[in-house]
């Protein structure tokens, strides 16, 4: 009994070691590398400020990579923060992903090398700038900036602080979108003379929904949801997403929340991400702008965006642009279908034709932002492309605000002989939220 007592005490402790040595090595494996993970040196460590149903979108997109790591995610709101720990957590299968409810807290982290903004408009910029300050290189939902003075202010901070930064307009890496783009260059659609963009029919809202009890800080912190935008009374409906619409809360009179992606695209087809119109006057369902070299750009406000839509092709999908040429057109949208005249160029894009991507994923625009914080090269959407692009949408619906025809000196970044519009191109932030 003592001889078999001590063999199978001897077995144990060989199979304790065994596995103790091959657990040591799968550890030591993921931190080299191996295995098909990325070395440790080499995993970008993600945190995350804001978490609703976009953000949530984006991660989802993120997790799978290999080279990431999420790590930290901040949110004003106690059940927020809780569904986007349990998402980061069964992904890693562990329980390390860290909350906060102050994202001031996240930035303070050494460790963290890059941030994932996803909180609503009012935050992007002042968010992104304090990330950036804070040496976190940034990936910004859009509209970027929530006023023309914060874009340029947004640009500049990158810049100064020689952060990478991704604008989270995704459409400029979906393989559609590309395809007409370098249709619209290519001269085959003759000379462009016409960029039309799909937007939302801008509208203002100042009232403020009935007044409701605040409720604990842990469970909701009202005071930074609102944050940079003046103070008004909690209401339950403002947390749960139904902030848009809301002057105080959402970019450019509603007019950026597609206005960012389709002028953006318009921007690069014309090869104007360097400027922008120079002209922008409100019509009836559309405002008209021109750019210095007499490009017309046309903002189609749409009532019904995900309805139908009059004079677009149905079966595109949302977010819809035409890019429009002296011998024929080309227009695209989120479906990843592209329709093209004459019919003989219809050949050239089949095997784009034939991918069908999504213009709402993020999956190739992350990746380039991620591959970007390793090289430090220009992302393909930087803060140079969104400023342009940005102030565009924001002088087209002042334009709309005024109903008036504005003129606008691209260099300065200022409207010609209109201190009205120009008094329009920032707002007062709120003690002690400004950046």
Known sequence: MRKTSQTVTRRSLLKSAGAAAAAAWFVRGKSLGLAGEAAASERITLGVIGIGPRATYDLRGILPKRDVQCVAIADVQASRRDAGKKLVDEAYGNSDCKLYRDFRELLARPDIDAVLIGTGDRWHAPASMLAAKAGKDVYSEKPCGLTIGLCQALDDTITQTKRVFQAGTQRRSVANFQAAIRLAQSGKLGKIHTLVAS???????????????????????????????PWRPYNQKYVSGGWRGYWDFESGARLLDWGAHTVDLCQWANGADDTMPIEYEPGENKITAVYPNGVKLVLDCLKTPFGERTGWVQSLGTCPVRFIGEEGWVETGDSGGIEVQPESLKKELEGV???????????????????????????????????HSHIACHAAALSWVLNRKLKFDPAKEEFIDDDEANGLRTRPARTPWSV
């Open 199 to 229: 937007v939302y029919t801008p509208s203002i809202d100042t009232q403020w929904l009935p007044g409701e009890p605040t409720p604990p800080r842990d469970v909701v912190d009202w005071d930074m949801w609102l944050g940079p935008a």
């Open 353 to 387: 034709m034939s991918k069908r991507e999504n213009g709402l994923d993020v999956a190739t625009h992350s990746q380039n932002f991620f591959d970007c914080v390793k090289s430090r090269a220009l992302t393909a959407a930087n803060s140079h492309v969104m400023r």
